[in-house]
């Protein structure tokens, strides 16, 4: 695996150009992931992002438990993986039992292999927005991604392998996945 650590103050770059995540979960021995269309960086320094979770989803339950969760980006070659983890676990309780995770030392939180990046987070509680949104603040304690896509606070879809580019859901089971890049030469 190409995984290295993403310093914090350039986590919430993993998201700014507004992918598809999955949402993973763990609580008294459960895991699960879902799927969202819905999230964001919300701060820099310390980094923290929001994600939006539906009261039904099972991810939501435990992660309401726990206090913690995982967002991950995934990748073209993921696109398929990506829709079925959008199925409820309540009617699918199998759903995972083919996901190929794995967990950052210090963190208790399953990973997907195979996507372009992992946030580690802890929840900020909010119980007005949680309740009244489905908004949930999580403030990021551990950020990894893949070195052939992001690499040294910056992203490399122009040199990445095309099954490397995120996704972006419209709906309906069709994704855009990241085009090319414009760069104007001012790096920071």
């Known amino acids: 695996m190409n995984i290295s650590p993403v310093p914090l103050n350039k986590a919430f770059r993993l998201l700014n150009h507004g992918p598809t995540v999955l949402v993973s979960a763990h609580h008294d021995g459960v895991d699960n992931i879902m799927a969202a269309a819905w ?12 994600v939006v979770l539906d009261k039904s989803t099972f991810t939501r ?3 309401e438990q ?5 967002l991950q980006i995934p990748v073209q ?11 409820s676990r309540h009617k699918n309780p199998e ?18 292999s195979g996507c372009a990046a992992w946030l580690a987070c802890k929840v900020l509680p909010e119980p007005h927005n949680q309740q009244t949104y489905d908004l949930f603040i999580g403030e ?19 040199t990445a392998p095309a099954e490397m580019r995120t996704l972006h859901y419209v709906s309906g089971g069709q994704f855009y996945e990241i085009g090319a890049g414009l760069d104007l030469g001012d790096r920071r």
Request: aromatic share 14%; charged share 20%; with cysteine.
């Open 95 to 112: 759903k995972i039992q083919n996901v190929e995770i794995f967990r950052q030392t210090g963190f208790d939180v399953p990973l997907v």
């Open 39 to 50: 999230s964001s960086p919300l701060d820099f320094s310390p980094c923290r992002v929001t």
């Open 61 to 63: 339950s435990l992660i």
């Open 140 to 158: 990021v304690q551990g950020a990894w991604s893949d070195d052939r896509v992001f690499c040294d606070g910056h992203w490399l879809f122009d």
């Open 66 to 70: 726990s206090g913690y969760f995982a």
């Open 77 to 87: 070659s993921q696109a398929r993986l990506v829709l079925e983890m959008g199925n």
